[in-house]
T-cell receptor, first 111, second 120 residues
Framework: AQTVTQSQPEMSVQEAETVTLSCTYD???????LFWYKQPPSRQMILVIR??????QNATENRFSVNFQKAAKSFSLKISDSQLGDTAMYFC????????FGAGTRLTVKP | DTGVSQDPRHKITKRGQNVTFRCDPI?????LYWYRQTLGQGPEFLTY????????KSRLLSDRFSAERPKGSFSTLEIQRTEQGDSAMYLC??????????????????FGPGTRLTVL
């Protein structure tokens, strides 16, 4: 079965600085998708960024980028120029034979 | 596009009662998913539909849980004889899929706001 591990339960960063959230996964599949979702306090989950496993190029979305290392089964999220609105739970998710989420990383952006 | 909606947003019930939640997906999405999220954890996949067909239900937590999507549009999740351990957030998501392959044919899932269930 696929597993998704987020080893950082909580992180904090100063506004305007850069932070990297870690995610590792375990799978025997070759074709799959990886996602980072953001869940602000008391608000619904929204997609931050997605990566297709067959693509070597790392996905980027404005201030958000990933470092996808397929051989190492690692999928980290880098947030540049952190903003107060980035404060949220961040979930790494794997879509292959099924859909699995990590336990999440609580990110706090400090002014 | 009004997004995925769920109703009710909050439900408080007594142990042993039945509850039903509704999810309305994004109108052009043919795939609909149900998840459970307990406090401090990531969502846990329960089941999904493609149009009106329930293609995966082995992950439903027990036979007290059932889901339907009779016309391929909205879906309901029912929990019978609720237990205190059922207290959680129940999330619905929808996506556009172009085949029945679970993983290789779906666009991004968009989540609803969830229904928070409290069982007393």
């Amino acid at each position: 079965a696929q597993t998704v591990t987020q080893s950082q339960p909580e992180m904090s960063v100063q506004e305007a600085e850069t932070v990297t959230l870690s995610c590792t996964y375990d799978t025997s599949e070759n074709n799959y998708y990886l996602f980072w979702y953001k869940q602000p306090p008391s608000r619904q989950m929204i997609l931050v960024i997605r990566q297709e496993a067959y693509k070597q190029q790392n996905a980027t979305e404005n201030r958000f980028s990933v470092n996808f290392q397929k051989a190492a089964k690692s999928f980290s999220l880098k947030i540049s120029d952190s903003q107060l609105g980035d404060t949220a739970m961040y979930f790494c998710a794997f879509l292959g034979g099924d859909m699995r989420f990590g336990a999440g990383t609580r990110l706090t952006v400090k002014p | 596009d009004t997004g995925v909606s769920q109703d009710p947003r909050h439900k408080i019930t007594k142990r042993g009662q039945n509850v039903t939640f509704r999810c309305d997906p994004i109108s052009e999405h043919n795939r609909l998913y149900w998840y459970r999220q307990t406090l401090g954890q990531g969502p846990e996949f329960l089941t999904y539909f493609q149009n009106e067909a329930q293609l995966e239900k082995s992950r439903l937590l027990s036979d007290r849980f059932s889901a339907e999507r009779p016309k391929g549009s909205f879906s309901t999740l029912e929990i019978q004889r609720t237990e205190q351990g059922d207290s959680a957030m129940y999330l619905c998501a929808s996506s556009l899929a172009w085949s029945t392959s679970f993983s290789l044919s779906t666009d991004t899932q968009y989540f609803g706001p969830g229904t928070r269930l409290t069982v007393l």
